[in-house]
């Protein structure tokens, strides 16, 4: 295991963290701010951070802004609550004066209560498509088309029947306009059978395919559990061969499509690097296919240093090809960039209730929890890749941090509106009683997340 120094550590892990956790609590807490002073309630406290306060100053009006040591999530205190999860302090409101009751967050309207405690997830939300719009308008997008390259034999899209030019256009009535809404989907699908509209020589055919669970490496390097149809949609199809590489020695030519090395059948260029990179100074037979038949070539991959997307240094071997890898730039108007940040924000939402709905059946949604040494790892390795990657990982951040405090779990926004609907049904609050214990249930099912997500951030890490 590396051992870091102090400055290092921070520098690589807590830095990028704190640029992206930091914004993102502001945001969501400023959503609840800001309703809150429009109804007219006064605020006691607006931390970003617990723990004790790094600095704090008063405002005009009364309220206390703390930065706090803690960045791992924030809070606005309402006068007239007991405590930052927004318990009413009962003991104090039989106390209270008409004037106090007036700017006392238990006793405004239930619709300005709901709408308080909404506007904090709807920042988060709000926060994303601004953040993807502006990514979208100014630096466009490169995607690749859902077209199905080649098909795995033995795999679950083979089984199913998929060809090599499908176009996958369709899954479960969502539309599918790229390979990263493809596998957005069936990657947290591993088990469940999935009605694939497919587009081939022009007509449409539906197919049903179960992805399968299989273990991975993602392009930061962490191992995880996702499910895949055993579709390849990137052909190894060779766009430049460099000159004075083993490549051009042995006779490869921009056109060729390798198919084979070794006896291992290669249907996409990352099936040709996984060979190709661990095999420095031993000898290939590759066969391609040029120009309707098959060449057989012979080559020797050299060693070269190179750098991975984490930014390290390693020593792999190489050929001296470059592939050509189908894809689509898009350039977008404003408008056609906010429109696509809303459909990209509707596939994250998707996926990620898909997680939550299958966190209780499946140990592959189990594994995909991520806790804070998890969102600080990999806010370092994207923040390494580029800032423009981070500020695109923020937004996804945000739309996950909106969503889950929606959900109907006491301590969360969305367990007091569940309470505000039982209280717009019943014609009066809950009673303390049943109130204090769905927060100390809600309590217990979030340290359980916690400590699960914890966990799985330590195996990742390598600590066990």
């Keep these: 295991m590396n051992v870091f120094l102090p400055f290092e550590w921070l520098i690589q892990y807590v830095l990028p963290f704190v640029l992206i956790i930091t914004p993102l609590v502001f945001f969501h807490e400023l959503g609840h701010f800001s309703v809150a002073r429009a109804f007219g309630v006064r605020i006691e406290t607006f931390s970003i951070g617990f723990g004790p306060a790094i600095a704090s100053w008063m405002d005009r009006k009364g309220t206390r802004w703390k930065i706090s040591w803690i960045p791992l999530g924030g809070y606005v205190k309402f006068f007239g609550d007991l405590d930052a999860a927004s318990t009413p302090d009962r003991d104090a409101a039989e106390k209270m004066t008409a004037a106090e009751r007036a700017v ?53 899209a083979a089984a199913a029947g998929f060809h090599r030019g499908d176009l996958v256009v369709d899954i479960d009535g969502r539309h599918i306009s790229s390979s990263d809404d493809l596998m957005a989907i069936v990657s947290m699908r591993a088990g469940e059978t999935l009605n694939v509209t497919v587009e081939r020589a022009g007509r449409h055919v539906l197919l049903h395919a179960t992805p399968k669970l299989t273990t991975i490496k993602d392009g930061l390097g962490e191992t995880e559990e996702v499910g895949q149809l055993g579709i390849e949609a ?18 490869f030519r921009k056109g060729d499509l390798v198919v ?126 580029s800032y423009l990657s981070l500020a695109k990982l923020a937004a996804f951040i945000s739309i996950s941090i909106g969503l889950v405090n929606l959900f109907p779990i006491p301590l969360l926004d969305g367990g007091h509106l569940l309470y505000y609907g039982v209280e717009a049904v019943l014609g009066r609050p809950l009673g303390a009683r049943a109130q204090d214990v769905g927060f100390r249930l809600g309590l217990a099912v979030m340290l359980g997340l916690m400590l699960l997500a914890t966990w799985n951030d330590l195996v990742r890490l390598n600590f066990f």
Excluded: M
């Excluded at 050299?302 to 350039?331: C, F, M």
């Design 104 to 156: 006392a967050f238990p006793y405004k309207p239930l619709y300005q209560r709901a709408l308080i405690v909404a506007a904090g997830p709807a920042a988060n939300f709000v926060l994303a498509i601004v953040i993807l719009t502006l990514f979208l308008a100014i630096f466009g997008a490169v995607t690749a088309p859902a077209l199905v390259n080649n098909v795995v034999p033995g795999s679950p």
């Design 234 to 251: 990137e052909p190894a199809l060779v766009s430049r061969v460099v000159s004075g590489t083993p490549a051009a020695g042995a006779g």
């Design 260 to 385: 084979d090395i070794n006896g291992h059948h290669i249907g996409s260029f990352d099936d040709l690097l996984a060979i190709v990179s661990t095999r420095p100074g031993v000898p290939l037979s590759v066969t391609v296919e040029r120009e309707g038949r098959d060449v057989l070539l012979h080559v020797t991959p050299k060693l070269a240093s190179t750098k991975d997307v984490q930014g390290k240094t390693v020593k792999v071997g190489q050929l001296g090809i470059e592939a050509e890898r189908p894809h689509i730039n898009i350039a977008y108007s404003p408008w056609g960039a906010f429109q696509e940040a809303c459909h990209i924000t509707q596939v994250i939402v998707q996926s990620t209730l898909d997680l939550r709905t299958r966190l209780f059946t499946s140990s592959a949604a189990v594994g995909q929890l991520h806790g804070p040494l998890g969102i600080a790892k990999i806010s370092a390795q994207v923040a390494q890749i």
